[in-house]
């Protein structure tokens, strides 16, 4: 604890901690801006003065922190194992792929892609060549509104539950109207006809946190905790959704909390560090994990002390480490997505 101190304090302006909402209490303290991964890479474009960004987050976070510095800003990722399943689970060859399908079955014209931003620099840029765009769990349903207004069909990337409950739930679309995408399965899984009448075509990805938690997880906490409020993340199953109170973005989770009434119980559905984080933020209220098993995301996990400790340490002795950087073209076309994204109403 002390060697982070002292080497944070010798970097004292030229560094610019970021640390992930979902990020172990032990890295939090050194942040100096938490927030989630969007908020986080606009905050480091916001501090052009810092010479270098450390990312306490996961690899894509990273890459976004790089496409919107500057040239002369370096990110570092504490730890180069720190992924992202959800976004693991869509590749560049996989969605070029898919995109060829779209062609072969006449629909990739009206088809518009919109990517999560828990996706690669790889894929933000694929949206922003093809006319597409990047967008949050908190403003997913006015990307897809965008998106429709230039297309009859989107492709939605890389989380089918997100894409799912935005259409459904919030756009009145239904089911029937969303087809998923297998990359694994010749086609997708998906025959010509059966893509030509989809309106939303959802890739099979998820969250390997906020998917595990099911309906009968609900059923569970309401039978245990009279009165609770469930209170989910929308990267969470369509079921689950369903079943729930309150539904919102990790920001949405966070107000939601801080602003209940003192006394009330609540079972929140998303990574663990951060609802024992608020429960020890807000001990007048009950706030519990959705699921009896304890379940923290693995690699966001991979960010610890000693891996922040080793990075602070390394750039203090002039020498930087883990080092993130996205290629110019790559990083041009990301940023058009991006920029897309940060033009909705």
């Known amino acids: 604890m002390e060697r982070a101190r002292r080497a944070k304090a010798a970097l004292g302006e030229r560094v610019f901690v970021l640390g992930h909402h979902y ?7 050194f942040a100096d801006v938490t927030g989630d991964s969007f908020k986080l890479a606009r905050e480091a ?3 052009p003065d810092a010479e270098y960004i450390v990312f306490c ?10 496409i919107l510095t500057s040239a002369s800003q370096k990110v570092v990722l504490p730890d180069l194992a720190a992924g992202c399943s959800m976004a693991d689970m869509a590749t560049f060859d996989q969605v070029e792929e898919c995109w060829e399908v779209l062609q072969d079955a006449g629909i990739a014209d009206v088809t518009v892609p919109v990517t999560y931003m828990n996706s690669s620099a790889d894929i933000k840029a694929f949206c922003g060549r093809n006319g597409g765009a990047v967008c949050t769990s908190s403003n997913a349903r006015r990307a897809l509104e965008w998106a429709f207004q230039r297309g009859e069909k989107v492709l939605f ?3 089918q539950h997100l894409g799912r409950n ?3 739930l919030e756009m009145g679309l239904s089911l029937d109207d969303c087809v998923v995408y297998d990359p694994h399965r010749p086609g997708g899984g998906l025959t010509p006809e059966r893509l ?3 309106t939303v075509i959802l890739w099979k990805g998820h969250c390997s946190v906020h998917g595990r938690f099911s309906a009968q997880c609900v059923d569970d906490v309401r039978a245990r905790i ?3 409020n469930v209170l989910v993340h929308p990267e969470c199953r369509h079921e689950v959704v369903t079943k729930a109170d309150h539904v919102g973005s990790t920001e949405y989770i966070i107000k939601k909390i801080e602003q209940a009434p003192a006394g009330s119980s609540w079972a929140v559905g998303t990574e ?3 609802v024992k984080r608020l429960g020890a933020m807000f001990p007048d209220k009950n706030v519990t994990f959705l699921d009896r098993t304890v379940c923290y995301c693995s690699t966001m996990n991979r960010i610890d002390l000693p891996h922040l400790v080793w990075a602070l340490e390394s750039l203090a002795a002039g020498q930087v480490v883990n080092q993130i950087t996205v290629d110019d073209d790559t990083a041009h076309w990301a940023k058009v997505a991006l920029d897309r994204m940060l033009a909705l109403p």
């Open 23 to 29: 990020q172990r209490d032990e890295v939090i303290r």
């Open 45 to 47: 474009a916001a501090r």
């Open 57 to 66: 987050g996961v690899h894509f976070m990273a890459e976004s922190a790089d």
């Open 157 to 159: 990337l890389p989380d």
């Open 166 to 168: 935005t259409a459904v």
């Open 196 to 198: 030509a009448a989809a």
């Open 226 to 228: 009279p009165g609770v």
């Open 272 to 274: 663990l560090n951060l």
